[in-house]
Nanobody, 125 residues
């Protein structure tokens, strides 16, 4: 079993920044990538970014979610999501996910084996 834990959410003013952290732990026999998704009230979960350990490649949606940058440390099974110039529409629960599946379809939630509980990000004046 793998545990995924997010941290770093909070309340920020428009134009502000936050850095989310996600760490996977437990019985990790093979780790391929970790990703971030978000879900706002009444909306579907959407892909934000992913990081592949194999080649340290980053993945973003075709329409990037603002000034977001993902980075990672494979030795620690940890990824970070740096979010700059946040807007009210970025308000959502941000979820981190872990996958052992070697795939380029990291924007698909079904590709992930384990998910965290989510961390709330609220952008409000």
């Amino acid at each position: 079993q793998v545990q995924v834990v997010e941290s770093g959410g909070g309340v920020v003013h428009p134009g502000g920044s936050l850095r989310l952290t996600c760490q996977a732990s437990g019985q990790i026999f093979h780790s391929y990538a970790m990703g971030w998704f978000r879900q706002a009230p009444g909306k579907d979960r959407e892909f934000v970014a992913a990081f592949s350990w194999k080649d340290s490649k980053t993945y973003y949606p075709n329409s990037p979610k603002g000034l977001f940058t993902i980075s990672g440390d494979g030795a620690k099974n940890t990824v970070w999501l740096q979010m700059n110039n946040l807007k009210p529409e970025d308000t959502a629960i941000y979820y981190c996910a872990f996958t052992s599946i070697e795939t380029t379809n990291l924007n698909w939630p079904v590709m992930y084996d384990y998910w965290g509980q989510g961390t709330q990000v609220t952008v409000s004046s």
